[in-house]
């Protein structure tokens, strides 16, 4: 049913932010399979993490695999110093996460931009596309006059479910039939528990695009077990949902009571303890009539998707071309 | 100061929603200078209202004078026959409206499409004055040869102080010393309180412009005072501030915890009488680090957009120009 | 060689203008494998033309198949009006066409939108695209549900080949495979000989679409043989080439020079017969340094493109859907 | 009245190319009250110019006054070193320019952005418009806190005659007398005689704007006369008129025709000299129905004038303000 309560809890993209949560439940336990290593420089976090098995990965409530993630809290005060440093260490942690995971600078790449043009916060895929340096035509038209340093890149944003009628997993599906690459880079928006994540954090995957990620409706994922070849995926958290803000009202309500209770009023142990089921009718209650698609924006929020598009594109090119200089990234898309 | 609390308290543009706060808090006296009446047809409300004096003004939070609201709770299904009706509706209101107040069919009127082209629920202004037929120029270059039952009428859209660096006040003052209309009409996104107003509903108001109204940076009033020419707003509810959801969730959560402690748990009843400042404290504390300017839109936001713009343009056009039959509006806009 | 001179020729992608060049060669013996009927009502001239044999199409230079070509001089002006009867009459001929190469209501159908979103001029498939009523995910998900009267229906913008890296028609392909319809429509900019067609004519054809025709980079056809399926053309004429408008001048110098030297005079004679190569050389000097990429547009380009996008959609979604009414086309795109 | 002939022969907006035709006609009397020095470097010519006297004035057909123009033939090939190089280098010729006719680092500026934004190739004053760092309300909202090295700045894009009903003139004159400016700079997008000055050509000149510049419908003039201050135009060919290739069609089949009578062929005598009228009527002939506002546009201006507009903007945000270093402009606007 899409009127699932589950739709109206709290809803991350983010493994960083899904780690967060999970660690904190573990308490001194903490996660076994997971491995997790961290450095800062120029107003920039790079967290490199590992979900290591089974056990971890249903702790933290995300797939087994490798993650990175940048962290930039300045990024949205349009400083474009800072937009070309976040371009630079994205390039170069994308270039060692390609090696990490073995593809070399020959291997082909189509990079698919997922989400939906025609709304802002979901248009992130779809404007990386438009500004990623396309070189396939030149490799299957012309392949002797290729310049060295360039790989085979293809580049589509497939649109969603609502406005093409069919799951874009099956039209990458259908094109990766056709332009055989080596390697899928899927670009999609995220949604964030946190409002401050909001187009300051970059998340690399290499676990595939999963069912109900994402703020769009994609129903099926992509993934290696469906396309036949790996798929990467790069996301930046554009929204947060309604109901995860409502969430958050009641969690600071319940800890602004306890403080003022002391945790010894009856009445709040009761209330304290009010049941899952019960607290999503209350977040649904409040949402109503438009549900649980609300999305929570700031008002700046069109201005923002180019700036990070822009970085991310910048960054593609210069990972995935040796010929462009991870120094100077930026100059290389517009 | 800019972080000033009130920014985290509920917030709405209607007078209609205002009106019914007000009536809550006045409970059985009611309040008696205010004027009212509301007919229905089609799936169309309409409400008249009129304040009368200081005291509704004060007691309501909104200015004397006229106001007209529609609400058609369907209208953002996406069904066009109902949006030609709800444009036919508003071109009568809106002829009425301009009969009421004494403006006939030949005085001149300047169209301001306020707020900013950039952010998408701010954009109705500018996207009402696009698809505005203007005749202004006819009248100018060509007088005897202008075909009887259309007036002149001209449209601007002045920005927002942040991208122009001028009060868009200060811009349309200028160009009425310059155009010489005898009416401006605005036309603004507002934000509301409910999120079941938002592209569902429409109000004209003869009371101008006013600071504070709208979702962008509009410190200075469109008014008669400051224009030297009357000032009738169209508003059409676009947003709900985020701090207005977080405010909901907060009553609701009041209203849940007085049915489960029976209102006898005397620490509900300290909690229940929360400070205003503690509360909005609270408020903002949620919504840190974006802030106070947090829009909820509904992911469709784009479309709901271009949808409501058309109906105000084209009922617009129908009601300004006595040549265009109100039977058949939406066919002058495309 | 892309600088092939024959790209300095006058172009067309109108059956109707290739025909009537073609008729004119011919002369007295005409055309003989060539079937045309035509009637007008309401400004609207419909040819439908079947090109019968090899021969016919090599005479015209067009392929062997059935065309539909409807002509509204006025459709320039605006007139939303005889917009709406445009689309009706479109709609009745895109029926009929079905129904004469025999596919049914029940048939599914991926609209495909051919052409660059970001060139103006070449965005008509994709806005057509943004503007059909997809239905195939219902019929997918929740079969049972979909009310009688509709049919499946998908669409897709594929991009062209210098943005995506790969042929729209393998992009095509590869959807096609996935998504099993049991026809194509494409949709898809032209460029006309005559400046009076831009944005006047719709032409429709089963022949499917064909290397170097329309404005942009699209050198692999849609046809029967590649896809498996066949494919139907709807295009409009969005430019004139600027090599056609420097080839038409040339054409008009010579017509004046004729009635001025009453063709007595021996320079004439010499000149008239210029060399084809000679004469696409000096349009090529006329054209570059820009090439033969050239287009000669209205300025009102964009205003254009829009109101011919929203008629073949409304065209479109009342031909493929018994429920929604021929009568009333307009009503159901926005 | 419109269909004036004039408006069929060749057009241009630059002093430049004026200059040029002027000079040829002049032989070798030359221009006496016209000064003239040029410089290049980088791929960039820079020509400074005076029209110093009537006479001149005539003779060019520009007004007196001061132009610099700068000519990057390789600008199109979206080369951003290059572009980066442009910037820097029209920041520091406006510096200059600014110096040169008295306007120092602390005078105020009003940039008005000309052109309809639906309009591609008109686009460019709003695009420049969009993108110019504003800082006016500082100045007027806190005059103590605003940085040294930055003067007060203010944008607006006041529309078209066709979609405001009101002379753009007027707009900005009613403006002017609000925001009280010291100077106007105006962007807009102009028509050039030759096709290899679209989008590679920036003309300054301290003449402001005259009625019939441009490419849209701007009748009357920005200049000190009408608005009391004076006004800078800055202007970029982004199109040549269909008119402008149809004569320069005839041109070259004229000379053509020379070589090839070696001009002793008595018809060519009385041809070559056909009439100006006579000449203008076949031209009008040629681009009839559609006429003489037909542009000719290469397929990719839509990221031509993004580019363009990002030269400018940058630019002008580094000449406007100390604090902005000249050596990175592109920097300060995305």
Partial sequence: MELDLSMYNVRTDLALEARDIAAQSAGETGIPGLWTESDSADGITVTRMEIKDDQ?????????????????????????????KVATTFAKEFEAFLNRIGFGPKKSVLVVGLGNWNVTPDALGPIVVDNVMVTRQFFELMPDQVSPGYRSVSAVAPGVLGTTGIESSDIVQGIVAQAKPDLIIAVDALAAKSLDRVNTTIQIADTGIHPGS?????????????????????????????????????????????????????????????????????????????????????????????????????????????????????????
Avoid at 68 to 84: A, F, H, N
Avoid at 290 to 306: A, S
């Fill in 56 to 84: 971890a990965a249903r702790q933290i409530g995300k797939m087994i695999g490798h993650y990175v993630t940048l962290e930039v809290p300045d990024l949205r005060q349009g400083d474009t110093e800072l937009q070309d």
């Fill in 214 to 334: 994402g703020i769009g409706n994609k129903r099926k994922g992509l993934t290696k077990d469906i396309l036949g070849i790996p798929c990467i995926g790069i996301g930046v958290p554009t929204v947060v949902y309604a109901s995860t803000i409502v969430n958050n009202t009641m969690d600071l309500m319940f800890e602004h009571m306890k403080k003022h209770t002391e945790n010894t009023d009856p009445m709040f142990g009761a209330f304290g303890k009010m049941e899952e089921t019960e607290r999503l009718q209350l977040v649904k209650e409040v949402l109503s009539p438009l549900g649980h698609d609300l999305l929570v924006t700031p008002k700046d929020i069109d201005k923002f998707m180019e700036d990070i598009a822009n970085i991310i594109a910048s960054g593609l090119n210069a990972a995935l071309h040796e010929a462009i200089d991870t120094g100077n990234v930026a100059a290389y898309t517009h």
